[in-house]
């Protein structure tokens, strides 16, 4: 376990496009950059930092972009279409995290982005139940046509349209973690499980294979956390706090939420499936394994006022 105080802070891949036609990678860059100052936040309260991100937009860009080409270049299989997201978002955080470093003062810290894989069961039922959505959000015309020119699995999404699903086995170990545990201990800010990590299976002889998959973000952050001891698992999302009865005239955002209250309106199906549930869920794995831990969710803006106690939703047990 690492010394002093670790934090994992779980960003989303949706988080770096803030509108659906900001989606440019100069675009997502700053959407990076924004976030990266507020993760240093952390630093200045003495946390050492591991940050994982999602990469459902983006792994959805790869592929579609690959299939276009298909006539002109070797198509990209979905596992190296995680592991060139993890190069490519990986690299825009340790620039912005780097730059936001200096400017505060703690150009000591370095950064680096670990190319990190997530071992899964290659019988998990998930695979013949794909329900991760990847990719920009269709009408049901578009989706449906491309569910049948290019064998696609579809599924409505949060309500604001279709994407396609791939499949989303639960992960079992993040390999990396000793790496991750290492460079901790020598005042590294790291960032990896980009995208959950890049699922991988270990045959009779102990030999990695790659599976074609993408890892829920939440899920793996929640297991890293629990591996490395961490204090605290933040995850920054696009609401302040989290709340009850969301979107209605009943709606009540809750600025604490203990471990049996959280475990009751999950199974109450309170959280959308598609955006809060797999928080909440991520919360409940990591505090049952650290129950003297803290879990924050708010907004990456309001991470400074979620320590100081005067924003965001506290989970503990």
Known sequence: MCSGKVAVVAVGGNALIRSPGENALEQQYEAVKETASHVVALIAAGWRVVLTHGN?????FILRRSEVAKDAAPTVPLEYAVGDTQGAIGFMFQNAL???????GFSAIRVVALVTQTRI???DP?????DKPIGAWMDHETATRLAKTQGWHIAEDSGRGWRRVVPSPAPLEIIETPIIRDLLAQNVLVIAC??????VWRDSDGTLIAAQAVIDKDRASALLACELGAGMLLIPTGVEQVAVNFGSPQQR????????????LLQSSEFGAGSMAPKIEAMLTYLR?????LGLITTPQG???ALSGNGGTRFTC
């Open 121 to 123: 069961d290659p019988n």
């Open 253 to 264: 955002w809750l600025s604490q939420l203990s471990l049996t209250e959280a475990e009751a």
């Open 303 to 305: 991470i400074s006022r």
């Open 194 to 199: 980009g995208g959950g990590g890049i699922p």
């Open 56 to 60: 459902g937009p983006q792994v959805g």
């Open 98 to 104: 780097s730059n936001a470093l200096t400017a505060r």
């Open 289 to 293: 394994a650290q129950p003297q831990g």
């Open 126 to 130: 998930a695979f013949s139940a794909p």
